[in-house]
């Protein structure tokens, strides 16, 4: 072969192995980056526990902007949070001034539930979420100045919602997070725009809002609201009067959470029932005479003209946000009333009970199919 041909070819052997040398030096340590990377992030476990620890240990105020999806319209607005470790979380509505706290209007339909330990969380909702949800967590873009981590919570169970997380890497505390629905549209977002864990702020800023509740409760006409007790399911029944229905059928992954006593407008016992992150709630109340009855008609919006939604401020044609129209489903020969709000489900049914000459009323509301909590009913009214 010729000399030079011979020296060429040696030539481009030793650039391409040296080329190939570098590729592999680079994959290496990206490789090992990407390794180190995924090292320095705790594990899930870590960080729940970490997460959990820090509702009892840091005080923050805060502000952040909520925005909820809901069929057909969506709400914006900012509040204030007031968390002060251990003993008070408080949300306070700073605009738009002329609308009433979202919040405290879902509070007096579906009341906030009595707390609970940190442990009894753990020992529930979290374990149920790491059974029936993965956890992967990855590094978050700053949010409110702080570094963070982001969470991505999907289910294992077709049909289930999602969420993303993102947690102060620091204090742990939750500084935005993104709710979507069964259909992966995503129904609801949180995102604090400042934050401060300075212990004397937040004390400054709770004793001022309390000044402020202070004067607005010894305004008249001021709604009560729900009052609620966590009890066992024999105190439930003693409180009732009357035996209590439990589902036979749950979703996949669901277990019971807590029972409650409502004592508002009547006694009403509710049952929450989780997987860990998604929860739907059950309650029973009775139906003593044909007034009640009328009411929950008017509460439905059964009859044409009953129960409209309220203007919004600035705007006319409030009928326009009347409530949704009910279908009814028939099953065992119990119609169902049900409508779907959006990505919510609300089931409602009335079942007599001859025996006990007297009718309990159910009602149940939750972000799952519709078959999956007609399931649950049809097992329910299978123990009239």
């Known amino acids: ?66 925005i909820l999806w809901h069929h057909p319209r969506s709400i914006a607005f900012e509040e204030r949070v007031i968390h002060q470790a251990s003993s008070t979380h408080l949300t306070e509505l700073l605009a738009p001034a002329e609308m009433s706290p979202p919040r405290d209007r879902l509070r007096r339909m579906l009341p906030t539930p009595p707390p609970r330990k940190l442990q009894d969380i753990w020992e529930t909702d979290i374990q149920l979420l790491l059974r029936n949800y993965t956890v992967d967590v990855a590094e978050g873009e700053p949010i409110a100045g702080q570094s963070t981590y982001l969470l991505q919570i999907n289910p294992k169970v077709a049909s289930r919602p999602k969420k993303k997380v993102w947690l102060d890497v620091q204090h742990y505390t939750i500084l935005r997070m993104e709710d979507y629905d069964i259909t992966e549209k995503l129904n609801s977002l949180s995102v604090y725009t400042t934050i401060n864990y300075d212990s004397a702020s937040v004390a400054k800023q709770l004793k001022r809002y309390q000044e402020k509740q202070s004067q607005q409760e010894r305004e008249p006409n001021r709604p009560r609201p729900y009052q609620s007790e966590e009890v066992s399911f024999a105190e439930a029944e003693k409180e009732f009067g009357a035996k209590l229905p439990q589902p036979s059928h749950l979703p996949t992954g669901f277990q019971l959470q807590g029972i409650s006593v409502m004592t508002f407008r009547g006694k009403r016992i509710h049952f929450r029932y989780t997987d860990g992150l ?29 129960r409209r939604g309220r203007p919004v401020p600035g705007k006319t044609g409030g009928d326009r946000f009347r409530r949704d129209k009910p279908t009814t489903v ?13 990505h919510i489900r609300i089931l409602q049914w009335k079942v007599s009970r001859q025996e006990e000459d007297e009718s309990l009323r159910c009602f149940m509301f ?9 399931k649950v009913a049809e097992s329910l009214i299978s123990q009239k």
């Open 1 to 66: 072969m010729n000399p030079i041909l011979l020296r060429f070819l040696s030539k481009v052997t030793f650039v391409t192995w040296c080329f190939f040398m570098v590729i592999i030096v680079v994959l290496s340590a990206v490789i090992s980056a990407n390794a180190d990377s995924h090292d320095k992030f705790p594990t899930t476990a870590e960080i729940f526990s970490k997460a959990m620890e820090a509702e009892s240990t840091v005080d923050y105020v805060g502000r952040q902007i909520v």
């Open 278 to 306: 998604t929860v739907f709630s059950l309650f029973v109340s009775k139906v003593s005479d044909e007034s009640e009855e009328k009411r929950q008609e008017r509460m439905r919006g059964d009859k044409p003209g009953e």
């Open 330 to 342: 028939t099953v065992k020969n119990i119609p169902i009333s049900v409508i779907a709000r959006g």
């Open 366 to 374: 939750g972000e799952l199919e519709q078959e999956e909590m007609l």
